[in-house]
C-alpha cells in the first residue's frame, strides 16, 4: 500500500495563483503595512450565494493553506473554502477611473450582474 500526500502547492489545478497586476497592486498595500500576507475568504452573502473575502494576515491561522505567490507575497486560503477557490486567478483591473480585484474562479457556475458574487 502506498501513501500519497496531498500538497496543494505543487499541484497545479488547485493553486490559487495572482497576475502580474494583481500582485503590484498588493505588494503597494502589503508595504504600508505590517501584515504577513493576504487572506482570500468566502462569505455567503450577494444575489448568487457567495462573496470573496479579501483580508490583511496579520496572524496565520492553522486552518490556512499557504501559497507562496512571489519572495514577499504569501496568499492564505482557509481549508475549508479551498474546494470552493482551487484553480482561482486573482487579478486587478484598471477600467477608466475605476480599479477592481477580480477572481477568475473555474469552480464559479454562475455569477451576478455586478459580478460581486458566485455560486458553486
Same mark, same amino acid.
Given at each position: 500500500m502506498t501513501i500519497e500526500t496531498?500538497?496543494?502547492? &505543487?499541484?497545479? @489545478?488547485?493553486?490559487? +495563483?495572482? &497576475?502580474?497586476a494583481a500582485i503590484q497592486h498588493l505588494q503597494k498595500l502589503l %508595504?504600508? #503595512?505590517? %501584515?504577513? *500576507?493576504?487572506?482570500? *475568504?468566502?462569505k455567503k452573502s450577494g444575489c448568487s450565494g457567495f462573496k470573496y473575502d479579501i483580508e490583511f494576515v496579520n496572524e496565520i491561522s492553522d486552518e490556512d493553506t499557504r501559497f507562496q505567490i512571489n519572495d514577499d507575497i %504569501?496568499?492564505?486560503?482557509? +481549508? @475549508?473554502?479551498l474546494p470552493m477557490v482551487s484553480g482561482t486567478e486573482v487579478d486587478f483591473t484598471t477600467e477608466g477611473l475605476n480599479s477592481t480585484i477580480k477572481f477568475n474562479n473555474p469552480n464559479a457556475k454562475d455569477l451576478? *450582474?455586478? *459580478?460581486? #458574487?458566485? #455560486?458553486?
Amino acid at each position: 500500500m502506498t501513501i500519497e500526500t496531498f500538497d496543494p502547492n &505543487t499541484a497545479p @489545478e488547485h493553486k490559487v +495563483t495572482m &497576475t502580474d497586476a494583481a500582485i503590484q497592486h498588493l505588494q503597494k498595500l502589503l %508595504a504600508n #503595512s505590517n %501584515a504577513q *500576507g493576504v487572506r482570500l *475568504g468566502v462569505k455567503k452573502s450577494g444575489c448568487s450565494g457567495f462573496k470573496y473575502d479579501i483580508e490583511f494576515v496579520n496572524e496565520i491561522s492553522d486552518e490556512d493553506t499557504r501559497f507562496q505567490i512571489n519572495d514577499d507575497i %504569501a496568499l492564505y486560503v482557509p +481549508t @475549508e473554502f479551498l474546494p470552493m477557490v482551487s484553480g482561482t486567478e486573482v487579478d486587478f483591473t484598471t477600467e477608466g477611473l475605476n480599479s477592481t480585484i477580480k477572481f477568475n474562479n473555474p469552480n464559479a457556475k454562475d455569477l451576478c *450582474g455586478c *459580478g460581486e #458574487s458566485f #455560486s458553486v
